[in-house]
């Protein structure tokens, strides 16, 4: 038994540093340190800081590269796209329920990073894009 409080309706965490929902248990911090906790705690601070300075930048781009009549249905183009690739994650959690399987889901996440990097490295290196957006190439000094 654990003296641990319950978190949900079936779900609790031991002394061992699991967790446990429904009939799975799941390791929740392979170590007690404190320094690991820190660490991924200080992680996810940077990543949400990059996060918003890439949000940024990529607000800059579309306000030089799209022309101002046709921002709003390339706004909702992106948010659409953005919807149904959310949509895709709950699928994938809906197929791939198991927690052992968690690898799985975060490989292929990782390769759809990879994909769409170079997918944008392939777009950025067209001679087109270069003629169409020179401003993207251009390097102006910040003021």
């Not at 306000?63 to 949509?87: C, H, K, N, W, Y």
């Amino acid at each position: 038994t654990s003296t641990a409080p319950f978190l949900l309706d079936r779900t609790l965490i031991d002394h061992q540093n699991y967790l446990h929902c429904g009939g799975s248990r799941v390791v929740l911090f392979a170590t007690e340190s404190r320094v690991v906790l820190w660490a991924g705690l200080c992680c996810l601070i940077g990543s949400r800081a990059f996060l918003w300075a890439f949000d940024l930048s990529h607000s800059e781009v579309l306000q030089i590269t799209v022309p101002e009549d046709e921002r709003s249905t390339v706004g909702m183009v992106q948010a659409s796209l953005g919807s149904f690739l959310f949509m895709i994650t709950f699928f994938m959690g809906i197929f791939v329920p198991n927690p052992q399987h968690f690898p799985y889901l975060a490989v292929s996440s990782a390769v759809a990073i990879v994909i769409s990097l170079v997918v944008y490295l392939w777009w950025a290196r067209l001679p087109e894009t270069k003629e169409k957006f020179p401003a993207l190439f251009q390097a102006t000094p910040m003021t």
